[in-house]
């Protein structure tokens, strides 16, 4: 008895490790800091996104995201998670402006930072964000784009290709969330399928909604009628 005891120990001990080596593996973390000065190819690759936020200038490219702060104008590279893709839109809070936001499509999640920009942390992957702005009020709101199968009657214009012969149809929403970008409503109500969702900005005779701009055969605004977006 004493002698299976001793293995059935030794067995979970190696389980424990082995799980707890396996886990680690999955995990996301940043990589070492690189306090080097920038390359020449760092400096010179178009950007694709910028923001204001405290006192740093925050951008990103294809080599990743770098902040200068203001006032020394001095580079540097940021640490951030590995799957954090270079292509994307920072957006900086309207509440506080050492909070900045970035989204990059094609369900690569929305990201935000505390500090300016220094480091990020995934919230959400439960939509395809293409565009996040957050109200004064520190609601968020974000575009978003949905797959979708029209119905027969249906008139689905927007379609998307990523590959030869692989076409779905997609469709513009809005979301918000009271949480910072944990949890988040869909307040889309009847947009329809027609128009594409460009970008959010404050409502101009309603302080407390916002107002978005849209495309379809020619330009819209859309306003919300009540404060429920319904």
Known sequence: MKSVSAHKLVVAFATIVAVGFFCAGCSESLPPPD???????????PIFAMAHAGDYFVVANSNGIFRANISTKQWGRVQQP?????YGQFTTSQAD????????????????????????????????????????????????EKTFTPSPNESAPITTTEKPGNTH???????????????????SAN????????SIFP????????????SGIRGYVLQATDDNYT
């Not at 306090?35 to 690759?45: I, M, R, V």
């Not at 947009?191 to 460009?198: A, E, S, Y």
């Open 97 to 144: 402006s050492n909070s900045v936001f970035f989204c990059a499509g094609s369900g690569n999640g929305f990201y935000a930072s505390r500090d300016a920009g220094a480091t990020w942390k995934l919230v959400s992957k439960k939509y395809d964000f293409q565009f996040i702005y957050q109200h004064r009020d520190g609601r968020i709101y974000a575009i978003v």
């Open 169 to 187: 149809h997609v469709r513009s929403g809005v979301v918000v969330s009271d949480n910072d970008g944990r949890s988040w409503r869909d307040i």
């Open 82 to 86: 590995r799957k954090l893709p270079a």
């Open 191 to 198: 947009i329809g399928t027609g128009i594409m969702l460009n």
């Open 203 to 214: 409502d101009p005779t309603t302080p407390n909604r916002v107002c978005l701009r849209g």
């Open 35 to 45: 306090n080097s000065p920038l390359t020449d190819a760092e400096k010179q690759a």
